[in-house]
């Protein structure tokens, strides 16, 4: 997924202007993955700070290389089926990126609980270049709804699935994270030799709680490009091969059954009768849960966490 979405930007924006932000273990191996990008490019991490701080790092060496740089920040765990349509609508976003901190709200197709939404606001057609007419204010973000929430969200219209995915100048989103987070001013006042410490000291936080809910500047493209981010098990479902009726990978034995996410990592996974079931069978632990219950797999996780179960997470 990592390598397809370099592909999938490379129209865009080519390798010698690529940066990857990763940990220190993943490092090596994203370098021999990505070997068009050049090494000091890969930026390693001491440790997992959330996005905001890992923007801010890339945001610090684009500026240094180019001081009117435009950020296009794309999450890498991405599955999008109509590439060519997707960047159609990343080019509409760049248009505004001098002005303003852009993000892609997607097209919902369901009432989606796993997903944070964005309420459209008022049209900024009037700042719109070329193609970019249907560029909009948000009114807000919200977090992950409940069912009731999601379908109240769907029938409105005005409401779109939160991608993750910004467009903006580098330095305006150092300016903006200054105004409304300074304490991560620090990842661009530090020097290289001074960042491992200055990193350990960080607040971890998400962009979208750090600067997005709270800026005056924020916009949103609508996108419908054939986007999900694998986040769930059942998220699967939809990536099942054509005319299958269920998701399957590993061996998998699915008898009188439709519906169905099945995964075995080692062993066999049989089913007999059953439909909309996930299973998931791996060296070390079985997870069996209804596909509409597969946000709840989160509750499985603080469960493991209680019971002292941190080898399993």
């Given at each position: ?58 945001a610090k060496v684009a500026l240094d290389r180019d001081p ?40 919902p197709t369901h009432p989606e609980t796993g997903y944070g ?197």
């Amino acid at each position: 997924m990592l390598r397809a979405t370099l592909d999938r930007a490379r129209p865009l924006a080519p390798p010698e202007r690529t940066l990857v932000v990763t940990s220190e273990p993943l490092a090596k191996t994203v370098r021999e993955m990505m070997p068009e990008v050049p090494a000091d490019q890969v930026l390693a991490e001491p440790s997992g700070k959330n996005t905001a701080p890992a923007i801010a790092w890339a945001a610090k060496v684009a500026l240094d290389r180019d001081p009117d740089a435009i950020l296009m920040v794309l999450p890498s765990d991405h599955h999008i089926s109509r590439p060519d349509v997707f960047r159609w609508t990343a080019r509409q976003a760049i248009a505004l990126a001098d002005s303003r901190l852009v993000t892609i709200g997607i097209v919902p197709t369901h009432p989606e609980t796993g997903y944070g939404y964005i309420e459209v606001g008022a049209s900024l057609a009037d700042l719109a270049h070329g193609d970019a007419p249907h560029a909009c204010e948000v009114a807000r973000f919200s977090e992950k709804p409940d069912l009731e929430t999601a379908i109240a969200y769907l029938a409105s219209e005005r409401h779109l699935w939160n991608a993750g995915m910004f467009f903006m100048s580098a330095r305006l989103y150092l300016d903006e994270l200054a105004l409304h987070r300074p304490a991560l001013g620090r990842v661009v006042a530090s020097s290289p030799s001074d960042l491992r410490t200055v990193w350990s000291e960080l607040e971890s936080v998400s962009i979208d709680y750090a600067v997005m809910e709270h800026s005056q500047k924020v916009a949103v493209v609508p996108g419908d490009f054939g986007w999900s981010d694998v986040g769930s098990w059942s998220s699967l479902f939809d990536h099942r091969h054509p005319g299958l009726p269920s998701f399957h990978a590993g061996e998998v034995i699915e008898l009188d059954g439709s519906g169905n996410v099945l995964f075995a990592d080692g062993g066999v996974v049989a089913t007999l009768g059953v439909s909309d079931l996930i299973v998931v069978h791996t060296a070390d632990a079985t997870f069996v849960a209804p596909r509409a219950a597969a946000q709840r797999a989160r509750e499985i996780v603080t469960a493991l966490d209680k019971k002292g179960r941190k080898d399993l997470l």
